[in-house]
């Protein structure tokens, strides 16, 4: 069955760093754009960024520009969101999503604070 799992969540002080990664299992994975996208409690998820199936296109939310980085590894059926320089504000749920499908994973809590 299709699965996507992320994992590297956690408690980080501002200014710190933290690398997601989402591992996808049933579906043709290189396949898809993939997109990372973010919740907090009574809110909407916001898209954090997308990449495309090579990697050539990228796209991300102008509050994570500079700041994050997205990239996918096709052959381990995984993409991946390097946080960098995180700030309060960027505390929430971290959901990854295969484009244009019901595929979600089940999140990963990040946490910024002192």
């Known amino acids: 069955q299709v699965q996507l799992v992320e994992s590297g969540g956690g408690l980080v002080q501002p200014g710190g760093s933290l690398r997601l990664s989402c591992a996808a299992s049933?579906?043709?994975?290189?396949?898809?754009?993939m997109r990372w996208y973010r919740q907090t409690p009574g809110a909407e998820r916001e898209l954090v960024a997308a990449i495309t199936t090579a990697g050539g296109s990228i796209i991300y939310a102008d509050s994570v520009k500079g700041r994050f980085t997205v990239s996918r590894d096709n052959a381990k059926n995984t993409v991946y969101l390097q946080m960098n320089s995180l700030k309060p504000e960027d505390t929430a749920v971290y959901y990854c999503?295969?484009?244009?499908?019901?595929?979600w994973g089940q999140g990963t809590q990040v946490t910024v604070s002192s």
């Open positions: 999503h295969a484009a244009f499908t019901d595929y």
């Open positions: 049933g579906f043709t994975f290189r396949r898809y754009v």
